[in-house]
């Protein structure tokens, strides 16, 4: 270790220790020909395994910190490699680190948590602004020093590193303070960027203002009015959800986004708005008072509709701060949005993202839901809320019966009443004129989906009455053949934008194939067809799984396993038939 008083090449005479970590000591030195104090920063390689592999990365953070010069970043002013230590002399920041500012205070006022929110976001776009790119990856508030003049540095760049912009490129090492560090940081689930370092921010303001860190058990990110009501609706609890979303194109996309928002919180707050809201409703109702009393009611209910439409967005606001196991109290916020307006498409389609969002449909808990949802009238109207919703956007209506369609029919368990009641759904959606005459190719390969599923989710809630009849069935196994071959030819796995869906769909194929495979044989079906389609099924199986990232092989590692027990089922009950045509 260095010694108090000693010198260090020639230069920096060594004054006290003023901090020490797991490898390293630093400690206050003082050039006294430039009568100038800097931090010496000590790595021994008598204390540190593998020093070569350390001091690599040393190289690699001081070579990036000798390129950068900005206000809120310290300077490298030299380094010194001895015999027996690693020497990094950099400026000497006075003060205190955020980390020890909450240990000592506890949670911060807005206004301070704002002030350091902007400063850090200002110093993470000059970093992301360099080419190329530096993305810094651990912003936490132990990494952050408060100066006596109340503004911050941002210290230990250990874990940056230079953006690769390359597709298909992930990062493989798992850095950065669990907590407080994006999903992407934990290897397979994408390269770390820009939005990496946001979502870091966000947390870290969280940790700032609610006093509570997302580093210790259960490592969740609550919404600021759990903590506090009085942040119900704020912009400021508006702008740390949008950081620390879990997908990252859901975040700011760049710092210059999220600035814009900080430097403009107070005007995000829902309080200002619906003040703003009722001020201006108020200018309206008099000036048109005064000219037209008609004129005035209109006024009046556009400024009605704009606070009802402030309303319903928290809430949707809140539903989506909600964690996985929050699932009730999710709920929950989604009807309160549609008691607001259930006309509005948004409140059906967060509800059903985040049933969709597992590759799972539960109907002992996931059903209820989406009928009250649809079922439930809103006070002061005979109309139930789909009709509502129907009569607003027609389209739109058929949006979601279609997805509910889709749930019960390709992500349940595959019951034959969960498949038949999917066909009331699906016939719902193709009642409306709008989607069946679309000429949107999405909404056209839709309907076209649905028309196929309701035909067989009809056939199978009729066919123990149809075998009991004696004229012939509008549709049978032929058809029924026909659609599953269909099926399988116009499926790709991102087709209906969740990757979840095209992979069940070959499931649901095979699974059918496999319960009907000898009325299929008596309709004139050969065995060898059967076995060509399975054989197409399982070749796109295997080459979408080649192509899903590691997260993605995580999240439909049932499914797939699935769709191939349902494959070899149906394969061993062809071999029954003896591999000949019928």
Not at 5 to 11: E, M, P, R, Y
Not at 107 to 116: C, G, N, R, Y
Not at 406 to 423: H, I
Not at 535 to 555: D, M, P, V
Request: net charge negative; charged share 25%; proline share 3%.
């Amino acid at each position: 270790m260095l010694q108090i008083g000693s010198l260090v090449d020639n230069k920096y005479k060594i004054l006290s220790e003023v901090g020490h970590g797991g490898m390293s000591v630093v400690y206050l030195a003082i050039n006294e020909r430039a009568n100038k104090t800097w931090a010496v920063k000590e790595i021994r390689k008598d204390g540190v395994c593998d020093f070569e592999a350390v001091k690599q990365g040393l190289v690699v953070e001081t070579d990036m910190l000798k390129k950068l010069n900005h206000s809120h970043l310290p300077s490298i002013i030299d380094v010194i490699d001895t015999e027996d230590s690693f020497l990094i002399v950099m400026d000497y920041i006075e003060g205190k680190s955020l980390q020890s500012v909450l240990k000592h205070g506890g949670a911060q006022s807005t206004d301070l948590v704002i002030e350091w929110g902007k400063q850090l976001c200002d110093v993470l776009g000059y970093l992301h602004s360099r080419e190329p790119a530096i993305i810094y990856r651990d912003m936490k508030p132990a990494n952050v020093m408060l100066k006596p003049d109340g503004n911050i540095t941002l210290i230990d760049f250990g874990t940056a590193r230079e953006f690769k912009n390359r597709s298909m490129v992930e990062d493989t090492t798992c850095l950065g303070t669990r907590g407080y560090a994006a999903p992407e940081q934990f290897g397979g689930r994408g390269q770390t960027d820009a939005r990496t370092d946001i979502y870091c921010l966000g947390a870290t303001l969280y940790h700032l203002i609610t006093g509570h860190s997302p580093a210790e058990p259960p490592y969740e990110i609550k919404p600021l009015s759990y903590w506090d009501p009085a942040f119900a609706g704020s912009g400021l609890e508006m702008i740390i959800n949008k950081c620390c979303q879990q997908d990252p194109e859901a975040r700011y996309q760049n710092c210059a986004e999220l600035m814009y928002d900080l430097e403009h919180v107070s005007d995000m707050d829902y309080s200002t708005q619906r003040s703003r809201r009722m001020k201006w409703t108020a200018f309206v109702a008099s000036v048109v008072l005064c000219a037209v009393g008609v004129t005035g009611m209109i006024g009046f209910q556009l400024a009605k509709n704009s606070a009802e439409s402030a309303t319903y967005d928290a809430y949707l606001d809140q539903a989506q701060m909600t964690s996985v196991d929050e699932f009730s109290q999710f709920v929950g916020h989604v009807q309160s949005a549609l008691e607001v307006d259930p006309s509005r498409y948004e409140a059906y389609d967060v509800l059903l993202q985040r049933i969709e969002s597992d590759g799972r449909y539960d109907e002992q808990t996931e059903w209820d839901p989406i009928k009250q949802c649809l079922q439930n009238r809103p006070e002061g109207q005979s109309d139930s809320n789909e009709n509502l919703l129907r009569q607003a956007d027609p389209l739109q209506y058929a949006d979601i019966q279609f997805r509910i369609g889709r749930l019960m029919f390709l992500l349940s368990s595959g019951e034959d009443n969960q498949l038949s009641q999917a066909a009331k759904y699906f016939d719902r959606a193709l009642g409306v004129d709008a989607m069946v005459q679309s000429t949107d190719p999405e909404t056209q390969s839709k309907a076209k989906l649905a028309q196929a599923l309701s035909a067989i989710g009809d056939y199978i809630a009729n066919r123990s009455k149809q075998e009991s009849l004696f004229d012939e069935p509008d549709y049978d196994y032929k058809d029924l053949w026909n659609d599953l071959k269909q099926l399988q030819a116009d499926n790709r796995i991102d087709s209906m934008g969740l990757k979840s869906y095209g992979i069940a769909l070959y499931s649901r194929v095979a699974s059918l194939l496999g319960g009907d495979y000898d009325n299929f044989s008596k309709s004139g079906i050969s065995v060898a067809e059967m076995e060509e389609l399975l054989t197409k099924i399982e070749t796109e199986i295997n080459t979408a799984e080649a192509g899903l990232t590691e997260t993605e092989q995580g999240r439909y590692a049932s499914l797939i396993q699935d769709a191939r027990t349902n494959i070899s089922s149906a394969r061993m009950k062809l071999s029954a038939l003896g591999g000949g045509a019928a």
